[in-house]
């Protein structure tokens, strides 16, 4: 199994640029989540889904859009790219029955001039 | 209140010596307590967690210590390693409408030094 797989690795956008990061697991996980990570801020939650065709806001969700259309992807859109979402974006799954484990990917870092 | 207070910022420790990290929360509601590690450019990966019921947990060298009372819980690393450096994030898992997501702290980073 691969895991939780992130593309691209690195990315720097123009101001206004829009771009789609891609997440992608192999494990049959309902639960999927992104996060972003700042530099001593830990990691904030951006959105979350339990399921394909259902996702929910997370606690920073301003700026970005998500879709679950299967069990396996959950793609991050991002439209009209700001500074302020320089970032490492972080997706991770989690198993149902009762498993509180999150798997994450190896992160996708973002930088907005 | 939707927070984990996380300290210290950063830590350095010499090679066999015990580090610990430690962290603080107020949301009586919150059910597991996660510990995760983190490699540089890496993602997090689970290294030792604990419910609230249990009062401390053991895996290795890392141990969890945990204060229902005090609504604190804590990392211990015996015999710290070189290769134990990396940053550490404490979590706690809250339910927000139908399941269960996890506030993460401000993250520690650990240098052991040999």
């Known amino acids: 199994n691969a895991g939780v797989t992130q593309t691209p690795k690195f990315r720097i956008l123009k101001i206004g640029q829009s771009m789609t990061l891609q997440c992608a697991q192999d494990?049959?996980?309902?639960?999927m989540y992104w996060y972003r990570q700042d530099p001593g801020m830990g990691l904030k939650l951006i959105y979350y889904?339990?399921?394909?065709?259902?996702?929910d806001k997370g606690e920073v969700p301003n700026g970005y859009n998500v879709s679950r259309s299967t069990t396996e992807d959950f793609p991050l859109r991002l439209e009209l790219a700001a500074p302020s979402q320089t970032s490492v974006y972080f997706c991770?799954?989690?198993?149902?029955?009762?498993?509180?484990?999150?798997?994450f990917g190896p992160g996708t870092r973002l930088t907005v001039t | 209140q939707q927070q984990v207070k996380q300290s210290p910022q950063s830590l350095i420790v010499q090679k066999g010596g015990i580090s610990i990290i430690n962290c603080a929360y107020e949301n009586t509601a919150f059910d597991y307590f996660p510990w995760y590690q983190q490699f540089p450019g890496k993602g997090p990966a689970l290294l030792i967690a604990?419910?609230?019921?249990?009062s401390e947990k053991k895996e290795g060298r890392f141990t969890i210590s945990f204060n229902k009372s005090a609504k604190q819980f804590s990392l211990h690393i015996m015999d710290s390693q070189p290769g134990d450096s990396a940053t550490y994030f404490c979590a706690a898992n809250y339910y927000g409408g139908s399941q269960g997501n996890l506030i993460f702290g401000k993250g520690t980073k650990l240098s052991v030094k040999p």
């Open positions: 991770a799954s989690k198993g149902q029955g009762g498993s509180y484990e999150q798997y």
């Open positions: 494990m049959n996980h309902n639960y």
């Open positions: 604990i419910r609230p019921d249990v």
């Open positions: 889904s339990v399921g394909a065709g259902i996702t």
